[in-house]
């Protein structure tokens, strides 16, 4: 149906940047959401960053003035940009979105398989 694929991440030092950048491919009818999300070890998954197809934007407060996401909506892809890191900031981003595949009715929520971001101090 839909898939997800992630790239970007890595290892950077604090204060560095680094770019996720995330496609939806698939049989696909349109898209609601996407964004990013991440999960740091012992955590729970966190909201970074949404953007509707209308170009509205959420994102968690700990990385407002840090993080920019954008979004192509014919190219069905999301990117994050992140400046400014913190070792805080290390997790596993995953990719999300909300579509509603071809022939079905509703929206359902896709995952990517997550990417690693480590940030050193």
């Known amino acids: 149906q839909v898939q997800l694929v992630e790239s970007g991440g890595g290892l950077v030092q604090a204060g560095g940047s680094l770019r996720l950048s995330c496609a939806a491919s698939?049989?696909?009818?349109?898209?609601?959401?996407m964004g990013w999300y991440r999960q740091a070890p012992g955590k729970q998954r966190e909201l970074v960053a949404i953007?509707?197809?209308?170009?509205?934007?959420n994102s968690a407060e700990s990385v407002k003035g840090r993080f920019t996401i954008s979004r192509d909506n014919a190219k069905k892809t999301v990117d994050l940009q992140m400046n400014s890191l913190k070792p805080e900031d290390t997790a596993v981003y995953y990719c999300y979105c909300s579509a509603k595949p071809m022939h079905w009715d509703n929206h359902y929520a896709y995952w990517g398989q997550g990417t690693q971001v480590t940030v050193s101090s």
């Open positions: 953007v509707n197809s209308e170009g509205t934007t």
């Open positions: 698939g049989s696909i009818f349109s898209i609601n959401v």
